[in-house]
């Protein structure tokens, strides 16, 4: 399992989140939603210090992870993270 961010993602969270160099963005399983594995669950994000990392990704010294106890929400697949044009907004695939 990886996390995989485009350059557009990349620059969707330094404008949008103004992330800097050291700072660490957690995504999790949160209640309400959906998605293509469990059914009143989606993704979220945030800011976060990591306390158990699972899976992790550093890029320009900004570390996107997953917590140890939010690794069952991907069911084994990987998160590529995306901008959908046409909102402005993340988008998020599991392969």
């Known amino acids: 399992m990886n996390i995989v961010l485009t350059d557009e993602a990349l620059q969707w969270f330094i404008n949008e989140m103004e992330v800097e160099s050291g700072d660490t963005i957690r995504f999790y399983a949160r ?7 469990h059914e009143g669950f989606s993704l979220g994000m945030t800011r976060e ?3 158990n990392i699972g899976v992790k990704t550093v890029i320009d ?19 590529h993270v995306d901008v959908d044009a046409t ?9």
């Not at 209640?31 to 594995?37: D, E, K, R």
């Not at 996107?64 to 697949?77: A, G, R, S, T």
């Open 61 to 79: 010294d900004v570390t996107y992870y997953i917590d140890e106890k939010d690794l069952w929400f991907f069911n084994d697949h990987s998160l």
């Open 31 to 37: 209640y309400g939603g959906s998605n293509p594995f």
């Open 87 to 95: 909102n402005d907004e993340l988008k998020y695939e599991y392969k």
């Open 49 to 51: 210090e990591p306390i």
